[in-house]
Nanobody, 115 residues
Framework: QVQFVESGGGLVQPGGSLRLSCTASGSIDTFARMGWYRQVPGKAREYVAVISNDGVPGYVGFVEGRFTISRDNAKSTVYLQMSNLKPEDTAVYYC?????????WGQGTQVTVSS
């Protein structure tokens, strides 16, 4: 199993930007797709973005045009560049494989968008 450590979250004003990182304890190039997910208290975890091993991204509609996912297999790291953040983006953000059985979930990183 691979462990994920997410980082880069914080408090940001509406319209601001953050770059999240997710570093794996092992190689991620065996995972055909890696994804970012988010969860708010009382709600199910939801998909945000996905990237294939050859770099093709996909996004859920409410973040398209504002978020950019990327991956660096050599560093076993997946990134999520977030811009034009909105209060409704407030959540704990996680990464995991987006194909097959999920690996154990990490602690996530808290993103709070507030003025």
């Amino acid at each position: 199993q691979v462990q994920f450590v997410e980082s880069g979250g914080g408090l940001v004003q509406p319209g601001g930007s953050l770059r999240l990182s997710c570093t794996a304890s092992g190689s991620i190039d065996t995972f055909a797709r890696m994804g970012w997910y988010r969860q708010v208290p009382g709600k199910a975890r939801e998909y945000v973005a996905v990237i294939s091993n050859d770099g093709v991204p996909g996004y859920v509609g409410f973040v398209e045009g504002r978020f950019t996912i990327s991956r660096d297999n050599a560093k076993s790291t997946v990134y999520l560049q977030m811009s034009n953040l909105k209060p409704e983006d407030t959540a704990v953000y996680y990464c995991n494989t987006a194909v097959g059985r999920p690996q154990p979930w990490g602690q996530g990183t808290q993103v709070t968008v507030s003025s």
